[in-house]
Each structure stands twice: as structure tokens, then as C-alpha cells.
């Protein structure tokens, strides 16, 4: 396990692509590590990057809280097909239908809707496109599904409309920042597919 930062409080890594976020991994840290590992949010499975687990139960709450009050920023790098705006805010609402572990736009607001924002910026473009995503709400495929609705669905990602030889969706948790104490964290690490370009 790649480890970026690890102290007393918490332990920062990057998730490999196939890993469980919230059982896989926390036991594979508390076997490199020892001593106990907190999830405090979660990534899919067929998705890899940063992400920051507790040490004790006081780092949790206070990471908890962060996520809660909006000060853990996320951001994401993602490979799309077409070529989306330079740039952009999407704003949606979200309905998962839990049957099918799928996630639909839908025009109104009802029970089990919740709002979905992000914004972007493209890096390059050509028959696929590189994006750079900032997270402000944390809904279940909302990356694949809010680029996917606009016609731009992530390479590799089969269930929103790719059709490609991908075997999973191009998308990577590429930077947190959150305050723990006094201290403002940033950890950034990027997949191999888009530094490359």
C-alpha cells in the first residue's frame, strides 16, 4: 500500500482500483500499520486515489466534522470521451436507484433526491478529453453520472454509457485538503494516465 503521510492521528494513502474503501482497505492499513483504522469516506471500488483514514477515535470525529461542515475539499482527475466546455459548474439532481447500484438526473425534487455540484476545468482534448473535477457535494457515482448525462461519459465506465475497451472507469481522487488542529493538510498524487499526458 502506497502510504502518502502517516503520524499518530491519521494515515493518508492511495486506494488501489478493485479495493473495498471501507473494510478492504482499513485492514490492510491496520496490518501495515498496526493499532486501529477509522474510514472516514469512501471511494468505488473500481476507483483509486487519495484517500485519509483515522488513527483514533478523536482524528475521526474531528475529519468527520470537517467532511460534514464542507472543509475537506476533493478533487478528482477524469478521462472523458468528447470534449466537454472549457469549463464549468454542473449542477444536478440525483436519484439512486439502489436495485441496480445506478444513479439518474431527474427534473424535480422527491423523496430520495439530493443536489449534486461540482465544477471542472478541461485540461486537454482530442477524442477523449482530460478533466480536473472539484467535489462540493459527495453523492453516490455522481462524477460518472452528471458527465455522462451532458453525452461525455467517462472512458472505461461501461454503466454510464461507454463503450470502449476500458475495463474500468478512468477517474482518480487526486487531491484532499482539510484542517486537522491547526494544521491545513494537503496530500495531491495523480494516476500514470494523466501525467502522462
Request: glycine share 8%; charged share 25%.
Amino acid at each position: 500500500m502506497e502510504l502518502l503521510y502517516s503520524d499518530r492521528q491519521i494515515v493518508v494513502c492511495v486506494k488501489p482500483v478493485g479495493m473495498d474503501s471501507e473494510q478492504d482497505l482499513p485492514g490492510a492499513l491496520q496490518e501495515q500499520l498496526g493499532g486501529a483504522v477509522y474510514a472516514i469516506h469512501r471511494l468505488d471500488k473500481n476507483v483509486g486515489g487519495v484517500m485519509v483514514y483515522a488513527r483514533t477515535k478523536a482524528a475521526a470525529a474531528a475529519l468527520s466534522k470537517a467532511i460534514q461542515e464542507g472543509q475537506m475539499v476533493k478533487e478528482y482527475v477524469a478521462m472523458v470521451h468528447g470534449i466537454p466546455p472549457e469549463s464549468g459548474v454542473l449542477e444536478d439532481l440525483l436519484w439512486k436507484d439502489s436495485r441496480q447500484n445506478k444513479v439518474f438526473v431527474v427534473k424535480r425534487e422527491r423523496r430520495g433526491v439530493k443536489k449534486a455540484k461540482l465544477e471542472y476545468q478541461r485540461k486537454s482534448a482530442g477524442d477523449t478529453s482530460l478533466l480536473r473535477i472539484r467535489l462540493y457535494t459527495g453523492r453516490s457515482h455522481q462524477i460518472r453520472v452528471q458527465f455522462s448525462s451532458r453525452g461525455f461519459p467517462l472512458v472505461g465506465d461501461h454503466k454510464y454509457g461507454a463503450r470502449d475497451d476500458f475495463a474500468v472507469p478512468m477517474l482518480f481522487s487526486c487531491c484532499l485538503r482539510f484542517p486537522l488542529g491547526k494544521q491545513n493538510m494537503e496530500f495531491t498524487h495523480f494516476p500514470p494516465w494523466y501525467t502522462a499526458n
